[in-house]
């Protein structure tokens, strides 16, 4: 009993995003490890946002004291820890805000943990950098890159925003799209389908049946009439779906005075002609994901998401003949509950056997590379095949490639330069104050008597960027000026926003649901905009 309540306490407290993420979802977060970098006001409102939905544990890594500064402008560090380790004083605060995530802390800069045991930062499932200088970044990011631990770099920078995501490999299966498609198959019905509609006869039925027959099945009766009368193709342009549905109303029965009933099934039936005569075909994305090497050349080491990627792409040669594996769900209509739930499992009937069928070509390939058949749950392969048509493969940019002369992005910087106040602007700016940092040890405009000698100075640095890498775009002198204003400030409301954000994606990874952008994302506090670039 005691262990029920636990659970329904959980429940109760977690409710709202056990309905995004579901109970799978949860229990990757709840056994995940994150660790996060400096505990400056970005790096709590992160942490802030992960420690609420009850992330497993996390570490922070900060040598710093905690400053006056620090105590303007983060909520989880108080006047009185003035003096005291930073990490430690903000794991006091973040931890009372949920007993059941263990808070940890390291009182070193990471620059030392680099030095000196580097492999610490593998412990983690994804690591969070907050306001890190270029050259300890680029040295993190590396180690990471070649460990395969997912990097979040995060920053606020005046009123700018930055992050980059650094993964080499990241692959969604509930990538939960918006506005999707109901998977009906009325252009190809599947046999058990077909045979299940044409046991309604629209023509001889009660004025009760007739009024309480599904609309998919009203819809599927009038496309097969609409084949024999019309044409051989489905309704396409807004003229065909006019006259389809023309042919759905004359379908309304009458009564004695030649009025037509008000047959709420059939209006609805009118409704989705639009959605419900899609065609029937496999997303390029998809073709892509079974044209992937890693799905052609299976090896030992190839995740489960690859093996059945591969399986559902033999199952759509073979039993499924060009098509995906039946999603078996269909939406709430109006119809009476026999014949409703009738239809329904004509459906989840098809779907349970095309899972067998995957099911079958996934225990094949795991039994030639080697791999034990459990290798492979009935929950994934249940999740992988009701979601075969939304999956998603994101694959990063290292940051030395970005950073390198010669393999950095020069097309999307210039193709986004067309506009002069560009979000891709605050990016470049961004560079040259790291520029700038390594060439003066300080960011610029830190103290107000140097912001008129830094607009020279900053100015340089972002000419000398912009010249090094073949960048003949310009730059307005106002972001300059901004920039050097900023003094490097981290304020708050630029950080809360940046939290929110950033720990969205860092819970995108860790649950493998949702898509995480890729790779770079811009925040501009001045124009209320943001946008992301592949660079």
């Not at 023509?203 to 009038?222: C, G, L, N, Q």
Request: glycine share 6%.
């Amino acid at each position: 009993m005691a262990h029920l309540g636990k659970a329904s306490l959980k429940e109760q407290r977690y409710d709202r995003q056990l309905r995004l993420w579901g109970d799978h979802g949860q229990e990757a977060l709840e056994s995940a490890h994150v660790c996060v970098i400096n505990a400056t006001a970005t790096g709590t409102e992160i942490l802030k946002n992960l420690v609420l939905p009850g992330i497993g544990s996390f570490t922070i890594v900060d040598g710093n004291q905690v400053s006056g500064e620090d105590v303007g402008n983060n909520f989880f560090l108080q006047k009185s820890q003035i003096g005291q380790n930073r990490a430690q004083s903000a794991t006091e605060l973040l931890q009372e805000l949920n007993n059941e995530v263990s808070g940890n802390f390291v009182e070193e800069s990471p620059e030392k943990l680099l030095d000196n045991d580097p492999s610490f930062f593998n412990r983690f499932n994804l690591v969070v950098a907050t306001q890190l200088p270029e050259s300890t970044l680029l040295r993190l990011a590396e180690l990471l890159w070649n460990s395969n631990i997912p990097l979040l770099v995060c920053r606020t920078y005046g009123l700018v925003g930055y992050m980059r995501v650094i993964i080499k490999e990241h692959t969604v299966v509930e990538s939960h799209p918006d506005n999707t498609l109901e998977d009906l198959r009325l252009d190809k019905p599947f046999p058990e389908l077909r045979e299940h509609i044409q046991s309604y006869d629209l023509d001889h039925m009660d004025r009760k049946d007739h009024s309480h027959t599904p609309w998919i099945v009203i819809v599927a009766k009038y496309l097969t009439k609409w084949f024999h009368e019309k044409s051989d193709q489905l309704p396409k342009s807004y003229k065909e779906k006019e006259a389809f549905r023309q042919l759905i109303r004359q379908g309304i029965l009458k009564n004695e005075n030649g009025t037509p009933e008000d047959e709420e099934n059939f209006e609805e039936a009118i409704k989705n002609v639009n959605t419900a005569l899609n065609t029937t075909e496999i997303p390029r994305c998809i073709e892509e994901i079974f044209n992937d090497d890693c799905c052609i050349n299976l090896t030992e080491q190839s995740p489960s998401f690859w093996i059945l990627a591969r399986a559902v792409k033999e199952f759509v040669a073979n039993e499924g003949q060009g098509s995906l594996p039946v999603r078996g769900t269909i939406p709430d209509m109006i119809a009476d509950s026999t014949k409703f739930i009738k239809l329904q499992n004509v459906y989840r009937e098809k779907a349970k056997k095309d899972i067998a069928a995957v099911g079958n070509h996934a225990a094949k390939l795991l039994q030639s590379l080697g791999k034990a058949p459990e290798s492979i749950s009935e929950r994934e392969l249940k999740l992988f095949c009701s979601n075969s048509a939304f999956l998603r493969v994101v694959r990063c940019r290292s940051l030395s490639e970005e950073y390198g002369l010669n393999t950095f992005n020069k097309d999307e910087i210039i193709s986004h330069m067309d506009n002069p106040d560009s979000e891709l602007v605050l990016y470049l700016m961004l560079r040259a104050v790291d520029r700038f940092y390594k060439q003066h040890g300080r960011y610029p405009g830190v103290y107000n008597y140097q912001v008129e000698d830094d607009i020279g100075k900053l100015k340089s640095c972002l000419t000398g960027f912009l010249q090094e890498h073949g960048l003949s775009v310009v730059v307005k002198d106002d972001y300059v000026h901004e920039f050097c204003r900023y003094g490097a400030a981290e304020p708050h409301a630029i950080a809360a926003f940046m939290g929110g954000a950033a720990a969205q994606e860092v819970i995108k990874v860790i649950t493998g649901q949702f898509v995480i952008f890729n790779n770079t994302y811009i925040y501009s506090g001045m124009s209320q905009t943001s946008a992301t670039f592949q660079l």
